[in-house]
């Protein structure tokens, strides 16, 4: 299933329902919007011989033009290849090296300086937004999209990469179509009265939840801003109601934080969903106090696209069970298209309640990594995807996250999770945000360590706070006050900078 057979039918059905909005300004109805697809499609098969399964980067930021150039690599039958705009320029020369990727679409802004990088394989190097690829409109448009297999890839997408070099998760039509389709069972329902706003990287989560909003006839609108602007979004949600976007946990704090300081509540505001980093239990119950039954919770990853759990609507904004602060502290249970499993070192199921590596298996896993076999077979054991992330599962299949494997903190032999000390220091009024890492410890093996973000707190009140609520063998025993955390491009904290500081301060003392 080709995806751009969804835009064609809707645009079939749908033709003068709005599609592309740049703030409130329509740009494009279903019908021109098909029809740009359509004529991006002719010019790469007959202008730049754009064969199926051949690799388009895209290396721009949130605009309009971004979803046409989709849907058109889409419908030419290439594989589509989303960069993240963030990167540093030599950061996406890798990877469209790495993809072997012949044509790159661009902006202005990035396409003179990535020209100076450009491996060897780009010979074709398009710059959107200007009168040149406004022509492209008028190439002999694709009468139908190339016929795509369940099984091939239409979709490379690059992990965050915060260590080593990132890996392409090979995304099938297959995956897609999963992943999609338990949106809306799983997640949300969508109207054709609905607009996805695109405030986070439309290469990422945001851009990944169009395919929803296109089968339903939806708007697809880019903030003036062309990112993430909180005024914005509570400003421009009233005007064009029934708004729905993916947000990171940090993007929800900023958002819940203008709201209550406007006194404001988010009208207009249909969904939002929330993943991609942890959402601590204190930030989440004040956005449902500050802004009502608003946030879905999803848990994914790159090989298994915002579809491993959810956590409804519902469950969300429910203050009656009994164990409703366990359940808001979840992330939900498995979707629809997937089996999630909690398993041990050896690979076998824990039992309930047992800590262990999060796996799932089901249609929307990824094919394997790109040319990389070795990292696919330390990934992907039996048909079960193992994720990196340690978790739990309750009697009644809510997944509770403690940590990323690699962070779990290992202190005299018994293991600390590092969130859980975070949730405790994040509920201190004086604590803002809060990262835990261990460090390396003769004694202890390892040491726990606080790197906080706080107004008039010092070590010994966290510590007496610490004290009141966990063990004591699971409190900081450093904190650093830093004015910000370091994170990456999106959003999440990196943790191996933190770690990299505290080894430059044992060199500093040596």
């Known amino acids: 299933m080709n995806p751009a057979n969804w835009l064609v039918k809707t645009a079939k059905l749908h033709p003068e329902n709005p599609a592309l909005l740049h703030g409130t300004t329509l740009i494009a109805n279903y019908r021109e919007f098909a029809r740009r697809a359509a004529a991006i499609a002719g010019y790469l098969r007959d202008t730049l011989g754009i064969a199926k399964g051949d690799r388009v980067a895209i290396f721009m930021p949130n605009c309009t033009e971004y979803l046409e150039v989709l849907y058109g690599i889409w419908f030419a039958g290439g594989v589509v290849v989303p960069i993240n705009a963030k990167l540093h320029k030599k950061e996406a020369a890798w990877i469209i090296e790495n993809a072997d990727a012949t044509v790159v679409f661009t902006s202005d802004k990035y396409s003179t300086p990535f020209t100076s990088v450009a491996p060897d394989c780009v010979q074709h190097i398009i710059t959107t937004q200007n009168t040149t690829f406004s022509a492209i409109y008028n190439s002999t448009p694709l009468d139908t999209p190339i016929a795509v297999k369940p099984d091939d890839m239409i979709w490379l997408f690059y992990t965050s990469g915060t260590t080593g070099k990132p890996k392409g998760v090979i995304m099938t039509s297959a995956n897609i179509m999963a992943m999609t389709l338990a949106y809306f069972v799983d997640v949300d329902a969508v109207t054709s009265a609905d607009a996805a706003l695109y405030a986070a990287p439309m290469s990422h989560g945001a851009g990944i939840y169009n395919f929803m909003h296109v089968i339903r006839a939806a708007r697809h609108v880019v903030p003036l801003s062309g990112g993430f602007d909180a005024d914005e979004i509570l400003a421009l949600a009233p005007e064009l ?18 709201a209550k300081a406007c ?19 204190a930030d989440i119950i004040e956005a449902v106090d ?21 956590l409804s609507r519902a469950h969300v904004a429910d203050r009656t069970h009994p164990r409703w602060r366990d359940r808001l502290s979840s992330v939900g249970v498995a979707q629809s298209v997937v089996t999630v499993q909690i398993s041990g070192d050896d690979g076998q199921p824990l039992a309930t309640g047992e800590i262990g590596e999060i796996c799932v298996s089901g249609l929307p896993v990824m094919k394997g990594y790109w040319q990389n076999d070795a990292a696919t077979d330390d990934t992907i054991a039996d048909g079960w995807l193992r994720t990196g992330d340690m978790g739990a599962m309750d009697t009644d299949g809510f997944v509770t996250l403690h940590d990323r494997s690699k962070d779990v903190i290992i202190s005299g032999g018994t293991n600390i999770y590092p969130r859980e000390v975070e949730e405790i220091l994040l509920l201190h009024p004086a604590v803002s945000e809060v990262s835990i890492v261990g460090k390396p410890d003769a004694e202890w093996g390892e040491v726990v360590v606080a790197f906080v973000v706080a107004k008039g707190a010092d070590p010994a009140q966290l510590d007496a706070y610490c004290l009141k609520n966990i063990a004591r ?16 491009n999106y959003g999440k904290v990196l943790k191996t900078e933190l770690r990299a500081r505290l080894e430059l301060e044992d060199q500093d003392e040596q």
Do not use: W
Request: charged share 20%; hydrophobic share 40%.
């Open 241 to 258: 109601q029934n708004v729905s976007l993916f947000a990171a946990p940090t993007m929800v704090r900023r958002l819940v934080g203008r």
């Open 473 to 488: 063998f699971k409190r900081p025993k450093l904190y650093r006050f830093v004015p910000e955390l370091p994170k990456n």
């Open 263 to 281: 006194g404001g509540h988010g009208d207009g505001i249909k969904t939002i969903v929330y993943g991609g980093g942890p959402m601590y239990l």
């Open 290 to 310: 500050v802004m009502g039954p608003r946030f879905v919770q999803i848990f994914g990853q790159g090989e298994c696209p915002m579809c491993i759990t959810a």
